[in-house]
Structures are given as C-alpha cells and as structure tokens.
C-alpha cells in the first residue's frame, strides 16, 4: 500500500512539474503581438527599394535578437520553433504562408501595386500572431502530455 502511495505521490509531483513548465511557457499577448509586427514587417519591407528593404531586414533581425532576449530573460530559455514533434509541422505552415505573402509583396511590387507589400505586410502580421497562438497551444499540449521539450 506505501509503494502504491509513493507512486500516487510521485505521478502527481511529475504532473505539477509539467503544469509548472506550461504555465511558464504561456507567452503574453505582447509576446504573440512582437512575433505578428516582426513577421509582418519582413515581408512589407520586401516592397521597399535596396537599400531600405536590406535596412528593414536588418531591423527584424535585431527585433528577433530582443525576442530571444525577452525570452531568456523570462523563461530561462528560447524556443526557436524547429523542434522536433507536432510543433514541426505548424512551423512549416506557418513559413510556407510567410513566403506565399513575401513572393506576392514581391511580385505586386514589380508591377509597380505600391499597396501590395504593406497589405502583404498586415496579412504577415496576422499570420504570425495567429501563428504563434496555434504553435504555442501545440507545443503546451506536448509539454502537458509529457514530451520532451
């Protein structure tokens, strides 16, 4: 009957272990909303003549380095999105829809739509917010099963 116990106990402190690891990984709206602007503002910037589209690039990857920062500094740690597991195939998703709108941001530009990249631009913004919510509830579920993270 101890042993049974002791098991009891220790599978409820391994589900609040898991529960705790969650909760952390709960990202705030602030959080989904820089990922949306960034993602949102890479493909806008494609519209924009050399050099200020590389300028605007370079922006976005400075924001992403603040990203990582926020993350790390929140966390402990920063979740790049290509793990292994189910949150695999929604990264994919998710840059394969970023690419369709930089191609169309892209290719309005060329034939001279000035709206099309800033319009390509708010869809992205979106995409990645909506994005994030969807990838972040896939990998809270794997964490709350039990998968490694």
């Known amino acids: 009957m101890t042993e049974s116990n002791e098991a009891a106990q220790a599978l409820r402190a391994l589900e609040q272990s898991r529960a705790d690891v969650a909760a952390q990984y709960d990202y705030p709206f602030r959080r ?23 300028i605007g690039d370079g922006l976005v990857v400075i924001g992403a380095v603040v990203i990582r920062h926020w993350d790390l500094a929140r966390t402990g740690s920063f ?43 708010l869809a992205g913004v979106a995409v990645g917010l909506a994005g994030s919510y969807w990838w972040q509830a896939i990998y809270l579920a794997d964490l709350r099963r039990g998968r490694r993270t």
């Open 79 to 121: 979740l790049n999105g290509w793990r292994h597991g189910p949150t695999r195939l929604a990264t994919g998703i998710i840059m394969a829809l970023v690419l369709a709108l930089t191609l169309a941001a892209i290719a309005l530009t060329r034939q001279g739509i000035a709206w099309g990249a800033p319009m390509a631009g």
């Open 32 to 54: 989904h909303l820089a990922f949306g602007v960034l993602t949102g503002a890479l493909i806008a910037v494609q519209g924009l003549p050399v050099p200020l589209n590389l």
